[in-house]
């Protein structure tokens, strides 16, 4: 029963995981930017630094939290949907669970470094966020050649 819903609902789910996919990926991207500049311009216990605290809070609670969520959610529908993917014989696949477990894992440095940031203990210069802003980057375009292109 659960199956024939899950193929009956494919095209929404579809939707639902690339819109929920859209929203994580703009917060991936964003939050290591509001990083550096906290790593950079802001003096502690400046105005600046509690309005970038703040930021990088609410951007993390009500847009990369929930979106990231929803992604696994809808993914893990389409994983589960009859048709899809033939595990034993797409490899490509297999790529992508793993590139997605590392985006997964970069989602969750970027939670220790807000509450770094916040709690005054950031350890990492500038420069070392501008290098963190490429790995979502990366890993996003790893997932879509791997879905699109289905190189094996």
């Known amino acids: 029963m659960i199956w024939d819903f899950l193929a009956s609902a494919y095209p929404w789910t579809k939707s639902l995981h690339v819109i929920s996919v859209i929203a994580w990926m703009a917060g991936l991207f964003y939050l290591p930017r509001l990083f550096v500049y906290h790593a950079e311009r802001a003096s502690p216990g400046s105005e600046l ?32 949907t009859p048709g899809i993917i033939d595990w034993s014989s797409d490899i490509w696949a297999h790529v992508k669970a793993v590139l997605v477990i590392a985006m ?28 963190m ?8 375009v790893g997932i879509v050649v791997m879905v699109i292109v289905k190189p094996f």
């Open 133 to 140: 802003n490429e790995v979502p980057t990366l890993l996003m």
């Open 104 to 131: 997964t894992v970069f989602y969750h440095m970027l939670v220790r470094w807000q509450r770094a940031f916040e709690q005054g203990r950031n350890g990492h210069p500038g420069r070392y966020f501008r290098l």
């Open 49 to 80: 630094e509690a309005t970038l605290i703040v930021m990088e809070r609410k951007l993390l609670k009500l847009i990369i939290n929930p979106a990231g969520v929803a992604s696994w959610m809808f993914g893990l529908a389409l994983v589960f």
